[in-house]
C-alpha cells in the first residue's frame, strides 16, 4: 500500500539554528498539505500546493518558514531560525486530486521537532 | 470562520462497552465531515467521511458516525470497544470554497483521547 514518506521522524535543534524537512507523498497525488500539530491539539494547516504551485499559505509565518515543492512531487519545508514555539509534529498529507474538499487526504508519519 | 469542537478531551470505556465521541460544527450550510484516528506518534489515518447522501456513515475498525444537520452534530459510535482502539481521535471539516478556505483545506478539532480498560 503506498505511503506518504516523511523524513527525519525526528529532529531536536536549537533556537536559532536551521531546519529542514521533507516529504514524498503518495505517486500521483497532486495536492499535498504541510499541518503542524502542537502537542494536544489538532494539526492545523501551514501550506497547501497543487503541483508545484502554492494555493493556500496564508497561515504560514513567511518571516521563517519557507515551502517548495520544485517539481510538482517531494517537498521540503524550512525554518530558519528556530524558535522555541517551533516544537510541534510537523505532518505532511496527499490528496489526489482536488474535488470540492471530498478528497481523503494521507498522512505521514510526521516529524517530531524539539527546540531547545 | 467555521471551526469544530469535540467535547471531551478524555475518554474512558471499558473493553466491550460503547465508545462515543463527540464532534460539533458551526455552519449553518454542512461541510464535508471527516473523523480521523492517530495512534502514538504516527500520521491520521482516515476512519470515514460524510459528503453527500446517508447520513450514516460506516468506516474501518468497526466505526460508524451519523450526520445529524438539526443538531450541527457528526458524533463518532463503537458498539463495543477494542483495547486496539486506543489512540486520539480528530474530527474535522472540510469548508464548502464558496465559504473562503482552499479548496481541499481540513479544519480539525482538538482531539479526544480515547483510552480502553480491560
Known amino acids: 500500500e503506498a505511503e506518504v514518506a516523511q523524513s527525519p521522524r525526528y529532529k531536536i535543534t536549537e533556537k536559532s539554528q536551521a531546519v529542514a524537512f521533507w516529504c514524498d507523498p503518495i505517486s500521483g497525488h497532486a495536492t499535498l498539505y504541510w499541518y503542524r500539530q502542537i502537542l494536544g491539539q489538532g494539526p492545523e494547516l501551514l501550506v497547501q500546493f497543487q503541483d508545484e504551485s502554492v494555493v493556500d499559505d496564508s497561515q504560514l509565518p513567511k518571516d521563517r518558514f519557507s515551502a517548495e515543492r520544485l517539481k510538482g512531487v517531494d517537498s521540503t519545508l524550512k525554518i530558519q531560525p528556530a524558535e522555541l514555539g517551533d516544537s510541534a509534529m510537523y505532518l505532511c498529507?496527499?490528496?489526489?486530486?482536488?474535488?470540492?474538499?471530498?478528497?481523503?487526504?494521507?498522512f505521514g508519519p510526521g516529524t517530531r521537532l524539539l527546540v531547545l | 470562520a467555521q471551526s469544530v469542537t469535540q467535547l471531551g478531551s478524555h475518554v474512558s470505556v471499558s473493553e466491550g462497552a460503547l465508545v462515543l465521541l463527540r464532534c460539533n460544527y458551526s455552519s449553518s450550510v454542512p461541510p464535508y465531515l471527516f473523523w480521523y484516528v492517530q495512534y502514538p506518534n504516527q500520521g491520521l489515518q482516515l476512519l470515514l467521511k460524510y459528503t453527500t447522501g446517508a447520513t450514516l456513515v460506516k468506516g474501518i475498525n468497526g466505526f460508524e458516525a451519523e450526520f445529524k444537520k438539526s443538531e450541527t452534530s457528526f458524533h463518532l459510535t463503537k458498539p463495543s470497544a477494542h483495547m486496539s482502539d486506543a489512540a486520539e481521535y480528530f474530527c474535522a471539516v472540510s469548508p464548502l470554497p464558496i465559504y473562503g478556505g482552499s479548496q481541499g483545506n481540513l479544519i480539525f478539532g482538538k482531539g479526544t483521547k480515547l483510552s480502553v480498560k480491560p
Open positions: 498529507a496527499s490528496s489526489l486530486e482536488p474535488s470540492g474538499g471530498q478528497e481523503t487526504q494521507y
